[in-house]
């Protein structure tokens, strides 16, 4: 039976590039056959977020989103990755098998480093965490968005180095990316990665107001509607195009390819990303406010997740201790 795992940090809401990128990956993986561990990364989250009531709500928030899009926790096991201590033990191991210039060359380090971001040696090490979540629990496939790629790579490597020095103990995983998965990175609101360190990014279940002001934010430049504009050259199509169906999407194009009178200003096109972000999420969105309205009842499931994934987590670590010795 084929076994599938990823994850997600609870920094913050989930966006539309969390979404996209990985939370629908994830829901429609777990609606087939094999077994699904899907985790909510706190362990990695504390190297941006430093408020600790923060932290809970997300954790929770984040429960929350992957069940109201359909996650079912019967199919799936949905789990808080601080509750498998084991995967801190495994990162251990791993750190004595990889080298400084693996982690180097993550990119996710480097883009941070080069926004500015203070690195701490969690920032630093973060892949290879990231590499024993994966590798706890014996996990084939990993879906994953295009960003995320070489995460996985890095998991790859780290089990050949530790297999080739202590015989064959951690699977080597594979990552996936799905037939509807995005292409390209989400972008946000400054035509950057949509990324809630960098503040650009737009809540799934934004609405209303809040939401207007929000796509009302994107950068657009100040040419007037009746100037004919190449439509590939606005990144503003980009997230239309994630919504709305290609037909529709091709005469909005076309409209600002031509120009002229009665052609879109950004100001309709925003609207209509506005209108298209409240009725793709209309059901998730009711959905999740149930559900953060019982935090009792999302931290039981989560505390059964956990349970069901130390079962496995306990039985690679017990594996993994024995051949290097320590039992």
């Given amino acids: 039976m084929t076994t599938f795992l990823s994850g997600i940090q609870p920094s913050g809401r989930p966006h539309l590039g969390n979404y996209f990128g990985a939370l629908r990956q994830h829901v429609a993986a777990s609606r087939k056959a094999g077994e699904h561990f899907y985790f909510i990364a706190d362990y990695h989250s504390l190297t941006t977020v430093s408020d600790a009531d923060e932290l809970r709500d997300s954790v929770r928030d984040l429960a929350a989103t992957y069940l109201a899009i359909g996650l079912d926790p019967e199919r799936a096991i949905l789990f808080q990755q601080s509750r498998v201590p084991e995967v801190c033990e495994i990162t251990w191991l791993l750190s004595c098998v990889t080298g400084m210039g693996l982690l180097e060359r993550a990119h996710s380090y480097k883009d941070k480093v080069a926004r500015g971001i203070k690195p701490s040696v969690g920032l630093f090490t973060y892949p290879i965490l990231m590499s024993a ?41 594979e990552y996936r990316l799905a037939e509807n998965a995005t292409m390209h990175k989400v972008l946000g609101l400054d035509g950057e990665k949509m990324s809630k360190s960098y503040g650009n990014d737009i809540w799934m279940f934004e609405s209303g107001k809040k939401l207007k002001k929000r796509v009302g934010q994107i950068v657009t430049d100040s040419r007037p509607p009746e100037e004919p504009k190449d439509p590939d050259g606005l990144f503003l199509f980009d997230l239309l195009a994630l919504f709305l169906e290609p037909s529709e999407l091709g005469e909005w194009k076309e409209k600002v390819r031509v120009g002229g009178e009665g052609a879109p200003g950004y100001g309709h096109l925003k609207l209509r990303l506005m209108e298209a972000i409240e009725e793709h999420f209309t059901e998730a969105r009711a959905r999740y406010s149930e559900l953060m309205a019982d935090p009792a009842e999302l931290d039981r499931l989560l505390t059964r997740g956990a349970e069901r994934a130390r079962e496995r987590a306990v039985r690679v670590r017990d594996r993994a201790y024995a051949a290097c010795g320590l039992r």
């Fill in 133 to 173: 979540d994966i590798i706890a629990y014996d996990a084939d496939v990993v879906p994953v968005g295009k960003d995320q790629v070489q995460h996985v790579e890095m998991a790859q490597d780290m089990v050949t180095h530790f297999n080739t020095r202590y015989g064959d103990v951690f699977k080597r995983p």
